[in-house]
């Protein structure tokens, strides 16, 4: 058999594909380059049966910690890299800083065993039904991750919050719950719970009369200037938007055309109500 790619994790990107089939794959990868070549990496075929053990996954269009949920609960998995992370089995998958020289933030790194009946495996991942972790599910904390965590920094940008979208509870994430806490006299310990949930649901201001600042308070499209256009930049990312600015110009523009095709809503490039919707905003007018 020639160079391929472990069966196990063609099922796998497979799965990925059929949840999230509008997603960006420019980041995709799974052969490895000559600097692999240059060096032991599961990038490389095995010698005995010539697989690829390894498979990069682009993380624009889907939830790639949904994504990394899901292998570490799979037999065939030795270690998944995200976004500076990694999860091992020799660390039972206990998250740990990953100090290696590329960052893994532009896609997902999944190894698999090199044990035959592992890495033939045709068992499903579990990407396509998983269902999505919503905010209220769980309690949250520091270092709590997925797309809960998305959906209250989402609802935190919608109060005034400028926090980054990517379904990690950091440093900026906690420190900001803990201001709200403690403005709504709540315990400020920054562990989101039912009464945080409730608080932060009941706080989302209404939207000024004609202001068209807050998102979702109006349609935005080339030429609109504000703090809700910041809010659309921010949420869509750097990365198809360009610099965070609060002008609506053709970066943006061609983010939110990325955006909509990617949710399969109409591809307009003009950010209404069902385009707020999608975003999680609640649209007020």
Request: hydrophobic letters at 40%; glycine letters at 10%.
């Amino acid at each position: 058999m020639g160079v391929h790619l472990a069966p196990t994790l063609r099922v796998l990107r497979d799965e990925i594909d059929t949840r999230w089939p509008r997603r960006d794959r420019r980041s995709d990868g799974w052969l490895g380059d000559a600097s692999h070549q240059a060096r032991h990496s599961d990038h490389n075929p095995d010698p005995d049966d010539r697989s690829v053990n390894a498979v990069d996954v682009d993380v624009d269009g889907i939830d790639p910690l949904l994504v990394v949920r899901q292998a570490v609960a799979h037999p065939a998995t030795q270690y998944v890299i995200y976004n500076r992370m990694i999860w091992s089995r020799t660390r039972d998958f206990r998250a740990a800083r990953y100090t290696g020289s590329n960052p893994h933030d532009k896609h997902v790194h999944v190894s698999v065993s090199h044990q035959r009946a592992l890495e033939d495996s045709r068992r499903p991942w579990g990407v396509a039904a998983a269902t999505a972790a919503r905010l209220g599910d769980r309690v949250l904390r520091a270092g709590s991750r997925g797309g809960d965590v998305r959906e209250l920094q989402t609802l935190a940008n919608g109060l005034g919050a400028r926090l980054t979208v990517d379904g990690v509870f950091g440093p900026a994430t906690t420190a900001w719950v803990r201001s709200f806490q403690s403005a709504r006299d709540l315990t400020p310990d920054a562990v989101v719970g039912t009464r945080t949930v409730a608080a932060l649901r009941r706080g989302v201001p209404p939207a000024p009369a004609h202001s068209g600042r807050a998102a979702g308070s109006r349609t935005v499209r080339v030429g609109r200037v504000g703090d809700d256009v910041a809010f659309v930049q921010r949420f869509i990312g750097v990365g198809r938007c360009g610099p965070v600015t609060g002008r609506f110009g053709p970066a943006t523009e061609s983010g939110v055309r990325w955006y909509q095709e990617m949710r399969g809503l109409a591809v307009d490039g003009v950010v209404g109500a069902a385009t707020w919707a999608a975003m999680g905003v609640r649209v007020t007018y």
